[in-house]
Protein backbone atom coordinates (compact mmCIF):
# COMPACT_ATOMS: atom_id res chain seq x y z
CA UNK A 1 0.00 0.00 0.00
CA UNK A 2 2.84 2.21 0.44
CA UNK A 3 3.83 1.26 -3.00
CA UNK A 4 0.55 2.81 -4.39
CA UNK A 5 0.82 6.00 -1.94
CA UNK A 6 4.11 6.86 -3.52
CA UNK A 7 2.63 6.28 -7.03
CA UNK A 8 -0.01 8.36 -5.85
CA UNK A 9 1.72 11.65 -5.11
CA UNK A 10 3.37 11.09 -8.31
CA UNK A 11 0.14 10.97 -10.23
CA UNK A 12 -1.45 14.09 -8.37
CA UNK A 13 1.32 16.22 -9.14
CA UNK A 14 1.87 15.28 -12.60
CA UNK A 15 -1.52 15.06 -13.56
CA UNK A 16 -2.33 18.49 -11.54
CA UNK A 17 0.21 19.99 -13.46
CA UNK A 18 -1.19 18.80 -16.58
CA UNK A 19 -4.08 20.28 -15.91
CA UNK A 20 -3.24 23.52 -16.31
CA UNK A 21 -3.09 23.41 -19.70
CA UNK A 22 -6.59 23.66 -19.31
CA UNK A 23 -9.20 26.20 -21.43
CA UNK A 24 -9.50 27.03 -17.63
CA UNK A 25 -6.13 26.54 -16.54
CA UNK A 26 -5.09 29.27 -19.78
CA UNK A 27 -8.00 31.23 -18.55
CA UNK A 28 -7.21 31.77 -15.26
CA UNK A 29 -2.95 32.82 -16.37
CA UNK A 30 -5.37 35.60 -18.10
CA UNK A 31 -7.67 37.07 -15.60
CA UNK A 32 -5.46 36.48 -12.36
CA UNK A 33 -2.77 38.60 -12.99
CA UNK A 34 -0.88 41.55 -11.29
CA UNK A 35 -2.00 43.99 -14.54
CA UNK A 36 -5.87 42.85 -14.33
CA UNK A 37 -5.65 43.11 -10.55
CA UNK A 38 -4.94 46.51 -11.01
CA UNK A 39 -7.26 47.23 -13.20
CA UNK A 40 -9.93 46.05 -10.91
CA UNK A 41 -8.28 48.02 -8.48
CA UNK A 42 -7.25 44.69 -6.23
CA UNK A 43 -3.54 43.32 -5.48
CA UNK A 44 -2.20 40.31 -7.29
CA UNK A 45 -0.52 38.72 -4.11
CA UNK A 46 -3.75 38.74 -2.32
CA UNK A 47 -6.33 37.21 -4.90
CA UNK A 48 -3.43 34.51 -5.98
CA UNK A 49 -3.27 33.67 -2.30
CA UNK A 50 -7.31 33.00 -1.87
CA UNK A 51 -6.82 31.30 -5.54
CA UNK A 52 -4.54 29.29 -3.75
CA UNK A 53 -6.62 28.49 -0.47
CA UNK A 54 -9.09 27.31 -2.60
CA UNK A 55 -7.88 24.91 -4.94
CA UNK A 56 -6.10 23.40 -1.94
CA UNK A 57 -9.95 23.54 -0.50
CA UNK A 58 -11.11 21.62 -3.52
CA UNK A 59 -8.31 18.97 -3.39
CA UNK A 60 -8.92 18.30 0.12
CA UNK A 61 -12.87 17.91 -0.90
CA UNK A 62 -11.41 15.93 -3.70
CA UNK A 63 -9.28 13.69 -1.41
CA UNK A 64 -12.97 13.46 0.66
CA UNK A 65 -14.57 11.59 -2.06
CA UNK A 66 -11.59 9.49 -2.57
CA UNK A 67 -11.71 8.45 0.85
CA UNK A 68 -15.12 7.43 1.06
CA UNK A 69 -14.04 4.98 -2.04
CA UNK A 70 -10.99 3.66 -0.59
CA UNK A 71 -13.40 2.73 2.66
CA UNK A 72 -15.61 0.82 0.44
CA UNK A 73 -12.65 -1.13 -0.81
CA UNK A 74 -10.97 -1.53 2.64
CA UNK A 75 -14.59 -3.29 3.19
CA UNK A 76 -14.42 -5.40 0.13
CA UNK A 77 -11.30 -6.80 1.46
CA UNK A 78 -9.65 -7.28 -1.39
CA UNK A 79 -5.74 -8.21 -1.40
CA UNK A 80 -2.81 -6.20 -2.78
CA UNK A 81 -2.31 -8.58 -5.87
CA UNK A 82 -5.85 -7.60 -7.05
CA UNK A 83 -5.05 -3.79 -6.55
CA UNK A 84 -1.66 -3.73 -8.45
CA UNK A 85 -3.52 -5.30 -11.15
CA UNK A 86 -6.69 -3.34 -11.55
CA UNK A 87 -4.20 0.12 -11.24
CA UNK A 88 -1.98 -1.84 -14.12
CA UNK A 89 -5.31 -1.98 -16.33
CA UNK A 90 -6.59 1.62 -15.16
CA UNK A 91 -3.12 2.60 -16.49
CA UNK A 92 -3.38 1.15 -19.62
CA UNK A 93 -7.28 2.55 -20.47
CA UNK A 94 -5.67 6.15 -19.11
CA UNK A 95 -2.94 6.12 -21.93
CA UNK A 96 -5.33 5.27 -24.60
CA UNK A 97 -7.87 7.63 -23.56
CA UNK A 98 -5.20 10.12 -23.48
CA UNK A 99 -3.52 8.99 -26.82
CA UNK A 100 -6.96 9.19 -28.34
CA UNK A 101 -6.06 5.58 -29.03
CA UNK A 102 -8.77 3.80 -31.63
CA UNK A 103 -11.25 7.03 -31.43
CA UNK A 104 -11.47 6.35 -27.51
CA UNK A 105 -11.52 8.77 -24.87
CA UNK A 106 -13.05 8.78 -20.83
CA UNK A 107 -15.64 11.24 -20.91
CA UNK A 108 -14.61 14.13 -18.82
CA UNK A 109 -16.12 17.53 -18.35
CA UNK A 110 -16.02 20.35 -20.72
CA UNK A 111 -17.25 22.94 -18.72
CA UNK A 112 -15.29 26.60 -18.00
CA UNK A 113 -15.68 28.94 -14.83
CA UNK A 114 -17.97 31.74 -15.12
CA UNK A 115 -15.87 34.67 -15.68
CA UNK A 116 -18.78 37.00 -14.75
CA UNK A 117 -17.47 36.89 -11.33
CA UNK A 118 -14.79 38.91 -12.29
CA UNK A 119 -17.00 42.17 -12.47
CA UNK A 120 -19.71 40.68 -9.69
CA UNK A 121 -17.90 40.07 -6.75
CA UNK A 122 -15.29 40.33 -4.22
CA UNK A 123 -11.28 39.39 -5.12
CA UNK A 124 -11.80 36.65 -2.40
CA UNK A 125 -15.04 35.28 -3.87
CA UNK A 126 -13.97 34.94 -7.06
CA UNK A 127 -10.15 33.89 -5.91
CA UNK A 128 -11.31 31.26 -3.92
CA UNK A 129 -14.18 30.09 -5.96
CA UNK A 130 -12.25 29.72 -9.22
CA UNK A 131 -9.36 27.96 -7.29
CA UNK A 132 -12.18 25.55 -5.67
CA UNK A 133 -13.42 25.24 -8.71
CA UNK A 134 -10.29 24.06 -10.43
CA UNK A 135 -9.22 22.01 -7.24
CA UNK A 136 -11.55 19.65 -6.99
CA UNK A 137 -10.61 18.42 -10.25
CA UNK A 138 -14.01 17.59 -11.80
CA UNK A 139 -15.70 20.55 -11.89
CA UNK A 140 -13.80 22.03 -15.10
CA UNK A 141 -12.24 20.79 -18.05
CA UNK A 142 -10.28 17.53 -17.32
CA UNK A 143 -6.87 17.26 -19.65
CA UNK A 144 -5.87 13.93 -18.74
CA UNK A 145 -7.35 10.38 -17.64
CA UNK A 146 -4.41 10.33 -15.08
CA UNK A 147 -7.09 12.13 -12.81
CA UNK A 148 -9.05 9.08 -12.88
CA UNK A 149 -6.17 7.19 -12.45
CA UNK A 150 -5.61 9.00 -9.46
CA UNK A 151 -8.35 8.40 -7.97
CA UNK A 152 -7.95 4.28 -8.76
CA UNK A 153 -4.94 4.24 -6.59
CA UNK A 154 -6.34 6.66 -3.76
CA UNK A 155 -9.23 4.56 -3.47
CA UNK A 156 -7.13 0.99 -3.74
CA UNK A 157 -4.31 2.40 -1.34
CA UNK A 158 -7.14 1.50 1.17
CA UNK A 159 -6.03 4.24 3.15
CA UNK A 160 -8.46 7.30 3.57
CA UNK A 161 -6.05 9.46 5.54
CA UNK A 162 -3.24 8.72 2.47
CA UNK A 163 -6.57 9.63 -0.23
CA UNK A 164 -6.88 12.90 1.55
CA UNK A 165 -3.04 13.75 1.30
CA UNK A 166 -3.20 12.83 -2.91
CA UNK A 167 -6.25 15.07 -3.20
CA UNK A 168 -5.02 18.27 -1.09
CA UNK A 169 -1.34 17.43 -3.07
CA UNK A 170 -3.23 17.42 -6.52
CA UNK A 171 -5.21 20.84 -5.26
CA UNK A 172 -2.48 22.85 -3.90
CA UNK A 173 -0.36 21.80 -7.03
CA UNK A 174 -2.87 23.29 -9.43
CA UNK A 175 -3.58 26.50 -7.19
CA UNK A 176 -0.14 27.45 -7.21
CA UNK A 177 0.47 27.69 -11.07
CA UNK A 178 -1.32 30.95 -10.99
CA UNK A 179 1.68 32.47 -9.76
CA UNK A 180 3.11 31.93 -12.90
CA UNK A 181 1.77 35.20 -14.01
CA UNK A 182 3.12 37.12 -10.92
CA UNK A 183 5.37 39.14 -13.61
CA UNK A 184 2.40 40.43 -15.91
CA UNK A 185 2.28 43.66 -15.74
CA UNK A 186 1.87 44.12 -19.63
CA UNK A 187 -0.01 43.10 -22.56
CA UNK A 188 3.55 41.93 -24.01
CA UNK A 189 4.32 40.02 -20.76
CA UNK A 190 0.92 38.65 -20.98
CA UNK A 191 1.75 37.52 -24.48
CA UNK A 192 5.31 35.98 -23.85
CA UNK A 193 3.61 34.17 -21.15
CA UNK A 194 1.41 32.50 -23.18
CA UNK A 195 3.88 32.08 -25.71
CA UNK A 196 6.56 30.53 -23.35
CA UNK A 197 3.12 28.41 -21.69
CA UNK A 198 1.91 27.22 -25.14
CA UNK A 199 6.00 25.85 -25.95
CA UNK A 200 5.69 23.22 -22.85
CA UNK A 201 1.92 22.05 -24.06
CA UNK A 202 2.95 19.08 -26.20
CA UNK A 203 6.21 17.92 -23.57
CA UNK A 204 4.09 18.02 -20.57
CA UNK A 205 1.29 15.78 -22.19
CA UNK A 206 4.25 13.46 -23.41
CA UNK A 207 5.33 13.52 -19.52
CA UNK A 208 2.03 12.65 -18.23
CA UNK A 209 1.71 10.00 -20.54
CA UNK A 210 5.08 8.44 -19.87
CA UNK A 211 4.16 8.98 -16.16
CA UNK A 212 0.77 7.10 -16.34
CA UNK A 213 2.65 4.23 -18.41
CA UNK A 214 5.18 4.33 -15.38
CA UNK A 215 2.60 3.49 -12.61
CA UNK A 216 1.29 0.81 -15.00
CA UNK A 217 4.63 -0.68 -15.46
CA UNK A 218 5.48 -0.73 -12.19
CA UNK A 219 2.10 -2.03 -10.59
CA UNK A 220 2.74 -4.70 -12.50
CA UNK A 221 6.16 -5.57 -12.28
CA UNK A 222 4.97 -5.17 -8.15
CA UNK A 223 1.69 -7.65 -8.56
CA UNK A 224 4.10 -11.06 -10.34
CA UNK A 225 0.37 -11.41 -12.46
CA UNK A 226 1.14 -13.30 -15.44
CA UNK A 227 -2.27 -10.91 -16.06
CA UNK A 228 -0.52 -7.78 -14.91
CA UNK A 229 2.72 -8.28 -17.63
CA UNK A 230 0.13 -9.21 -20.37
CA UNK A 231 -1.28 -5.52 -18.84
CA UNK A 232 2.06 -3.84 -19.29
CA UNK A 233 3.09 -5.25 -22.71
CA UNK A 234 -0.04 -3.68 -23.78
CA UNK A 235 0.51 -0.38 -21.67
CA UNK A 236 4.37 -0.41 -23.51
CA UNK A 237 2.43 -0.50 -26.91
CA UNK A 238 -0.04 1.82 -26.48
CA UNK A 239 2.27 4.36 -25.02
CA UNK A 240 4.12 4.49 -28.14
CA UNK A 241 1.35 4.97 -29.80
CA UNK A 242 0.20 7.55 -28.06
CA UNK A 243 3.57 9.48 -27.96
CA UNK A 244 3.64 9.53 -31.66
CA UNK A 245 -0.02 10.95 -31.89
CA UNK A 246 -1.27 14.17 -32.73
CA UNK A 247 -0.87 17.34 -31.02
CA UNK A 248 -3.14 19.13 -29.15
CA UNK A 249 -5.30 22.05 -29.62
CA UNK A 250 -4.21 24.91 -28.20
CA UNK A 251 -6.39 27.34 -25.69
CA UNK A 252 -4.88 31.03 -26.11
CA UNK A 253 -6.98 33.52 -24.16
CA UNK A 254 -4.93 36.41 -23.75
CA UNK A 255 -7.31 38.98 -22.49
Not at 28 to 35: A, E, G, Q, R, Y
Not at 48 to 61: K, Q, Y
Amino acid sequence: MNLLFVLGLLLAVTTAVRSTWSPCGVSMLSVITPLQEQGRGNRFRVTALWFLLGATVGGAMLGGLMSVLAVGWRRIGADLEVALVITTFGALVAVISDGKLFGFQLPGHDRQVNERWLDQYRSWVYGGGFGWQIGIGLATYIMTAGLYLLMIVAALGASTSGALILGTVFGLVRGLAVFAAREVTSLEALNDLHRRFEQWRQPIRKVTIGVIALVGVITGMASGSPLALVGMVAIALAAAAALRGERETSYVLAR
